[in-house]
């Protein structure tokens, strides 16, 4: 019998950590694939006995054990009122949402290949310029990925240009989503923890998650 009790009337919220979580890597584990699996969703669901079960694929006692460690984690929630997707399309919301993932609202999202989606801030110019950087970063980043992660055991994934101080001036973070990957950009001080961030992981899920690389 499990030692942790579900609360009837919630549903499970994935937190920004969480949608962070997800994209952060493209390393298979449980909480994970549980994560991406919230976020492939049409709507936040209920949280119950056959839920976890269901969501983990496993028995009851170790899914309550593995959904109390990912809230005590701060990675799901428990909210009473059901959380839809986003039912924007990207396009159309892709501005706003970038722009208030940093204080300068200087973000914008690019592709492996060294193409941007969208940008807020930057003009065309400099956004095309920070794509192909960031599309390089990623290509280092993939050489050097078991030294850095395994020898080194450097767990963060970003890189930065940082002044005097340490302070990043840009960030370049990476985001994988199904077999595809993208990078954001970001101007000034990060403000990942924020609701538009797990909103734009949602709906790059939704319409980028299920497709294979070709």
């Not at 669901?45 to 170790?62: A, H, K, R, Y």
Request: hydrophobic share 40%; net charge negative.
């Amino acid at each position: 019998m499990s030692q942790f009790k579900i609360n009837d009337g919630l549903h499970i919220n994935i937190t920004p950590r969480g949608a962070y979580y997800a994209v952060q890597d493209s390393a298979e584990d449980v909480t994970r694939q549980i994560l991406i699996k919230l976020l492939y969703m049409d709507a936040s669901v209920p949280l119950t006995d056959n839920s976890i079960t269901d969501i983990c694929e496993m028995e009851l006692e170790d899914a309550s054990s593995l959904i109390h460690r990912m809230q005590t984690l701060g990675l799901i929630s428990g909210q009473k009122e059901v959380e839809n997707a986003p039912a924007s399309n990207l396009e159309d919301v892709l501005t706003d949402l970038l722009s208030s993932l940093s204080n300068s609202k200087k973000v914008l999202l690019a592709e492996h290949s060294g193409l941007y989606l969208g940008a807020s801030g930057f003009p065309h110019e400099a956004a095309e310029e920070l794509a192909a950087i960031s599309a390089n970063l990623s290509e280092v980043y993939e050489r050097h990925k078991r030294l850095l992660n395994g020898n080194l055991r450097f767990n963060q994934r970003a890189w930065g240009l940082i002044d005097a101080a340490g302070n990043s001036e840009v960030g370049f973070w990476p985001m994988y989503v199904g077999y595809n990957q993208f990078a954001l950009v970001i101007h000034g001080m990060p403000q990942l923890n924020r609701p538009a961030f797990k909103r734009l992981v949602w709906l790059l899920m939704r319409r980028y998650g299920a497709v294979s690389r070709v």
